[in-house]
């Protein structure tokens, strides 16, 4: 399978030019016997949280210890520039091309993948659960609320983690530190972790993680990726917390 490296590409609006193909391939998705093998063997954490929750902080530390894989997602998107830097396959994802990515869906060797805005193909390759097992690590990644499903339906003793600000006090001091954020982008992210808030109290693969203090909140996810288990007044203060975060974000998008 090719993966396209630092070559240039083309950074304006994605396009699928087998979109049909795509949409037919994943309305039918089958993972392999070779993949599943994978999937069974392989510990696997997939972590979920509001912006500005610590959630790629505490990735990295794990990651920092040698214990773990970090996955990196698949797309068919090119690289875009962030402040003036070109993205690199192999760091912010692995940038494919189309019809090699389709190939791989067809033949089922990813967990999970999606269509996006009907312009890009995203997901994770079985390759990087491979990389992990061979490297005796734990997998773990950041998921989007809308791709959780998608993964405990393929893997259902993946570790769900989600990690919470203490507070919504708290959770608005951290995004104000993290620089000037508009209304209008303020209220996007308000209803997107509306969801992710409201997530724990529909489904019971939630195990939530308050991020009150960085080295605790670190090792807290190691225990619940290493054992597959949360103890269980954490996860009752996690789902007080969550409930306290919902209804508050819920009356300040109301104002």
Excluded: C
Excluded at 98 to 116: C, H, P, S, T, W
Excluded at 136 to 151: E, K, L, M, P, S
């Amino acid at each position: 399978m090719e993966l396209t490296g630092n070559r240039p590409q083309n950074i304006s609006t994605p396009h699928l030019a087998r979109l049909a193909e795509f949409e037919a391939a994943l309305q039918h998705y089958h993972i392999s016997d070779s993949a599943q093998k994978t999937l069974h063997s392989t510990r696997f954490a997939a972590m979920l949280g509001p912006t500005s929750s610590g959630r790629n902080t505490i990735i990295e530390r794990l990651v920092a210890t040698g214990n773990y894989h970090f996955i990196i997602s698949d797309t068919t998107r090119p690289p875009r520039t962030n402040n003036g830097v070109m993205e690199e396959s192999g760091v912010q994802y692995w940038f494919r091309d189309e019809n090699d990515m389709l190939a791989d869906i067809q033949a089922g060797k990813f967990l999970e993948a999606e269509v996006i805005h009907r312009q890009q193909v995203s997901g994770i390759s079985i390759r990087e659960l491979e990389k992990a097992q061979a490297n005796h690590r734990i997998a773990i990644t950041d998921i989007d609320i809308g791709g959780i499903q998608n993964v405990v339906h393929a893997k259902p003793d993946t570790d769900i983690i989600l990690i919470l600000p203490p507070s919504f006090d708290e959770w608005r001091r951290r995004i104000e530190g993290r620089g000037h954020m508009g209304h209008d982008e303020w209220r996007r992210r308000a209803e997107t972790a509306l969801r992710i808030f409201k997530a724990p109290s529909e489904q019971d693969y939630f195990k939530v993680v308050v991020n009150e203090d960085l080295e605790r909140a670190v090792a807290l996810v190691d225990g619940i990726a290493r054992t597959g288990t949360v103890d269980a007044s954490q996860q009752e203060k996690g789902l007080r917390v969550a409930n306290e975060l919902y209804e508050a974000t819920r009356a300040a998008l109301t104002e």
